[in-house]
Structure formats: C-alpha cells, structure tokens
C-alpha cells in the first residue's frame, strides 16, 4: 500500500508570510507525529496526535506554530509569520498505536523542505 | 532527561570493511532503541529496533546491533559495507508507558570508499 505522502515536497516563502504544510499518513494508522530537520537542531519532535486529538504539542517551538488533524487522518501543520530560522524539512510520521507491548514502528514521509527568504 | 549521543558526525570505511556506529542514551526508565537511516533527499527508513527480549537485534540490509543496558549503548554494525550503505544513520529513543515520540541523536553521517 501506499507509504506516508507529504506535500508539497518543496516550498520557498517571503518571510512574514503563512505556510501550509501537509501529511497523509498511511490508512488506518490512528498516530501522527511531526518533526523538524535542521542543520542547528538536528531531528526535534514537534507535535503528536492521537486521532484527531493532540495530547502533545510540546515540541511547538512557538504560537506561531500550530497544527490540527481532521477525520484521523490528514494532518496540516501551519506556519504563521514565518521566519528565516523555520527553514528546515518538516517530517510527518505515522503508525499504529498500541497500549502495551511496545512501540509500532514509525513510517515516515519524504518531507516537505521549507525555505524561508 | 532523556537523551541520545552519536559518537562522531563523520565515519568512512572502505567497502567490505567492518562499520560500527555509536549510540550512548541516558535514561531513567527502560528505553526502546531505534536506528534509523535517511538516504539522500528521502525520509527516514527502519532499519531495526529494540524493545525487549533479545538484545541483539537483527535489521534490513544485514545490519545489526546489540543493547547493552550496562553501557547504556546500543552500537549500529555490519560486517561488510557495501557502496550502497553510504547515507546518514539516526540512533533513536523512545520510553514506554505511553506513545512513541522519538528522540533522536544528532546523526552519523556514514561514507563508504572503494
């Protein structure tokens, strides 16, 4: 089946402006995760869903930064104001979700390569 | 607080050469272990993971890697690399009793030489 979609694959913005990004995860995976890939800041966890709901959206490194999940599936993160220090790649990653038992793997997408001017 | 450390940013070896890939985490709870690799401009692939029972975990690609709670390490290797395996590698944590957000280190970028 089809794997973790991201779009768009590349976005080049003004900074100031409001981005969209957007993940598709794999059918019937009730987890999402986002996280940030930077040259400064390695790998960082952004923000977790379970469903539609967040439980934790610790890793928001700013108000600026928000993101919400629709049907339990598609997920958009959003970007306002955008600042040079925002160009990274945002990954989406999905899985199942267990109680017990250990983790379920995370599939991850592509990755949408943001860039602030 | 838990984390994740790489030791160095950089490995080469020669193709048919041993690789070994350093992981070190610091916890106060049972971890599960990850090691990931990210080939040029792609995601993240699951290359093996470690939750419990067997320390030595066996992955894709015939890479390997054993957890040892001891060392609090949890060492990527594989006996012979091939050309192919040239990319960067991302050792992982996460902690159980709840979901799977990973913490992950800063990243060994592996290169492999004729």
């Not at chain 1, 999402?32 to 709901?53: A, K, T």
Request: glycine share 10%; hydrophobic share 35%; net charge neutral.
């Amino acid at each position: 089946g089809a794997g973790v979609s991201q779009s768009p694959s590349n976005k080049v913005t003004e900074k100031g402006k409001d981005v969209e990004l957007r993940c598709d995860p794999i059918s019937g995976h009730t987890a999402l995760y986002w996280y940030r890939q930077s040259l400064g800041q390695g790998l960082e966890f952004l923000i977790y869903f379970q469903g539609n709901s967040a439980p934790d959206k610790s890793g928001l490194p700013s108000d600026r930064f928000s993101a919400e999940r629709t049907g339990g599936s598609v997920s958009t993160l959003t970007i306002q104001r955008t600042q040079q220090e925002d160009s990274a790649v945002y990954l989406c990653a999905s899985s199942l979700w267990r109680l017990a038992g250990g983790p379920d793997t995370q599939y991850f997408g592509p990755g949408t390569r943001l860039t602030v001017l | 607080a838990q984390s994740v450390t790489q030791l160095g940013s950089h490995v080469s070896v020669s193709e048919g050469a041993l690789v070994l890939l350093r992981c070190n985490y610091s916890s106060s709870v049972p971890p599960y272990l990850f090691w990931y690799v990210q080939y040029p401009n792609q995601g993240l692939q699951l290359l093996l993971k470690y939750t419990t029972g067997a320390t030595l975990v066996k992955g894709i690609n015939g890479f390997e890697a054993e957890f040892k709670k001891s060392e609090t390490s949890f060492h990527l290797t594989k006996p012979s690399a091939h050309m192919s395996d040239a990319a960067e590698y991302f050792c992982a944590v996460s902690f159980s009793g709840g979901y799977n957000k990973l913490i992950f280190g800063a990243g060994t970028r592996l290169a492999v030489h004729p």
